[in-house]
């Protein structure tokens, strides 16, 4: 058994799941230690746990999260079978298959969930987690203040972000925020799912799109988009774009869009990961035209 697979084990049975008999690790999860548990009778349950919780309500967060997407959004989740400090348990799902029907279906279904789901405010009642830094949602009324504070300019204070950032980047970074009400369109908050790159989109049992590993807040549906869209989606994923643009009424400059929006997710990335996968490079290049010139 590996240590993966011992370490988890001994916390579900510290949390009461007696019953399973073993755990195969799973791979791709970046901040947690996740894998497959299975129990006496035959089933299996998807579990993850970090070895140091970055706070107590992390996974009660990621759980509420997995719940409002279900049950406000739409959106086809795991079932949570428990959450607590040390632990997350929840119902198996499978790989999402690999055809432009799944990616048409999740169209449909993302659409739906935020253009169903609109709020006169940004935020969301309480903070949460995105991977192990804390995601401050503070309600505001204005999207443009709340997506330079809460989602930018946040993520200056971190000790990596200060080491990969000189003091040009950040005056930049500043720069864009302050033209923030001119580079996007003004939208209106929806429940987002928070971090949605193409590994966190699975399939239900029956083959309906599903999502794990969210970090809700009601913000721009299009902090979901750039997501999908930044992060190398499979080539069958094509057709999502162009149909999910045109269920939501996108106009035809949101491409454009994208890298900015993309901001807040690989200034999150330089924060938490060494190495940072080219993120403080494309961040760089994103902020070029912020860079005051001589």
């Known amino acids: 058994m590996t240590?993966?697979?011992?370490?988890?084990?001994?916390?579900?049975?510290?949390?009461?799941?007696?019953?399973?008999?073993?755990?195969?690790?799973?791979?791709?999860?970046?901040?947690?230690?996740?894998?497959?548990?299975?129990?006496?009778?035959?089933?299996?349950?998807?579990?993850?746990?970090?070895?140091?919780?970055?706070?107590d309500d992390a996974f009660a967060a990621e759980a509420e999260g997995l719940t409002v997407l279900r049950e406000a959004g739409g959106i086809a989740t795991p079932e949570v079978v428990l959450a607590d400090r040390d632990l997350l348990v929840l119902s198996v799902l499978r790989p999402r298959p690999g055809t432009g029907a799944f990616w048409e279906q999740l169209a449909h279904a993302l659409a739906h969930l935020h253009t169903t789901t609109r709020h006169p405010r940004f935020g969301w009642h309480r903070d949460n987690w995105l991977g192990r830094r804390r995601q401050v949602n503070t309600w505001n009324d204005d999207g443009f203040e709340f997506f330079a504070q809460h989602r930018l300019l946040?993520?200056?204070?971190?000790?990596?972000?200060?080491?990969?950032?000189?003091?040009?980047?950040?005056?930049?970074?500043?720069?864009?925020?302050?033209?923030?009400?001119?580079?996007?369109?003004?939208?209106?908050?929806?429940?987002?799912?928070?971090?949605?790159?193409?590994?966190?989109?699975m399939a239900t049992p029956h083959g309906r799109p599903a999502l794990i590993d969210p970090a809700v807040s009601y913000t721009w549906a299009e902090v979901d988009l750039a997501h999908l869209w930044t992060t190398t989606p499979p080539p069958e994923a094509h057709a999502f774009f162009e149909l999910y643009a045109e269920l939501t009424g996108l106009d035809r400059d949101w491409r454009a869009r994208m890298p900015i929006l993309q901001l807040r997710q690989h200034l999150a990335v330089i924060?938490?990961?060494?190495?940072?996968?080219?993120?403080?490079?494309?961040?760089?290049?994103?902020?070029a035209p912020f860079r005051q010139r001589p």
């Open 271 to 287: 924060a938490q990961f060494d190495p940072d996968w080219g993120a403080a490079a494309l961040v760089r290049a994103t902020l």
């Open 154 to 201: 946040r993520w200056l204070g971190e000790p990596r972000v200060q080491e990969a950032l000189d003091a040009a980047d950040r005056a930049a970074l500043e720069r864009l925020c302050d033209r923030l009400p001119e580079l996007l369109p003004d939208r209106p908050a929806c429940l987002t799912h928070g971090d949605l790159w193409a590994l966190n989109v």
């Open 3 to 55: 240590d993966a697979s011992s370490f988890l084990l001994g916390r579900l049975h510290a949390a009461g799941l007696t019953d399973v008999v073993a755990v195969e690790p799973a791979t791709g999860g970046l901040a947690a230690i996740a894998g497959l548990a299975r129990r006496g009778d035959g089933t299996s349950v998807f579990v993850k746990a970090f070895g140091e919780p970055p706070s």
